[in-house]
């Protein structure tokens, strides 16, 4: 998943029939920018029911709250994968509040990768 927190884009990023689209200058989509605070990475992580279903299910309906473990132990796989010291208190927060044993195992894993990304 590398960077990805939901799937992955690329095979649209190389797939010859969009490289005419890619290659334009787009003017940035004011109501897709003005949602963007919404899924930043510790948002996410650590979003309940009703921050699911207000601010990411009515952009991403096909996975309901059933599977909201699969979000946050994606957010804490990029986090790790990232190697960013600054997610490491996001990490452990998540890890205290989070009865998700797979999130629990992710934010550990990314917890490590994190604090030992300098050596």
């Known amino acids: 998943m ?12 190389v797939c010859p029939r969009n490289q005419p ?7 940035i989509n004011e109501k897709v920018a003005a949602k963007e605070n919404r ?5 996410l992580l650590h979003m309940d029911r009703e921050y699911f279903e207000t601010k ?9 709250y059933q599977d909201i ?7 804490a796989r990029v986090m790790g994968n990232s190697r960013d010291e600054k997610y490491i208190a996001d990490l452990v927060r998540a ?18 990768i994190s604090a030992c990304q300098k050596r």
């Open 69 to 75: 473990w699969r979000w946050k132990m994606n957010v």
């Open 56 to 64: 990411i299910w009515p952009h991403m309906f096909h996975m309901s």
């Open 95 to 112: 890890f205290e509040d989070n009865p998700d044993e797979r999130v629990r195992g992710m934010t550990v894993w990314a917890i490590v």
């Open 2 to 13: 590398g960077m990805f927190v939901y799937g992955c884009d690329i095979c649209q990023n």
């Open 21 to 27: 689209w890619l290659a334009q200058e787009l003017p």
């Open 39 to 43: 899924f930043e990475l510790s948002h």
